[in-house]
């Protein structure tokens, strides 16, 4: 395996990192909620024997089913091997308290005191002004920050350069960014 270092973070992250957002399901509905568990931890095990280091899921994928899974398959000694990333769904944020909310029940799906890179998960021009700014998200990220409860704040990104950089710009305090790269 190929390393990197992943920007200022102090991290080497693998050249291939491990997306659960597709896992194999036992309905065979890409996306689907009933994750073959089986199967899924081979590929789990089999990429961290790879030497990848990197586990991204977010709290929607596989209707909820993704962090859990990932949580169980972690549990034993893995999740001391990897770092992992988990998104806040920013859509469904409607009031502050929501950002600390939706963080608590990740935590306690993925079985972890801590998730190392924490994302807005697809960002754009519009939820950045009316959600992440309107309730002031970033304030929220910003403690559990300092309590330990994540360890690097960035985002995914889905819109145009003009958004990308109001959102860049608007923040000092980001740590990466997430951009689909094809």
Sequence with gaps: MQYRDFGKTGFR???????????????????GDKVDEKAAMEMVVKAIDG???????????????????????????????????????????????DFDRFLATQLKRLKTDHIDFYLFHALNGGNWKDTVVKHRLLKR??????????????????????AF??????????????????
């Design 13 to 31: 992250v693998s050249a291939l990192g491990f997306g659960a957002m597709r896992l194999p399901t036992k309905d065979r509905k890409p996306m």
């Design 51 to 97: 030497g990848v280091n990197y586990f991204d899921t977010a709290y929607g994928y596989h209707g909820g089913k993704s962090e859990a899974f990932l949580g169980r398959a972690l549990s034993g000694g893995l999740r001391d091997e990897i770092k992992l990333a988990t998104k806040c769904p920013v859509w469904k944020v409607k009031k502050q308290a």
């Design 141 to 162: 990220a910003e403690k559990a920050l300092a309590d330990g409860r994540i360890g690097h704040i960035g985002y995914s990104f889905h819109d145009d350069f003009k």
């Design 165 to 182: 950089k109001t959102i860049i710009d608007g923040y000092d305090g980001w740590d990466f960014c997430q951009i689909q790269y094809n």
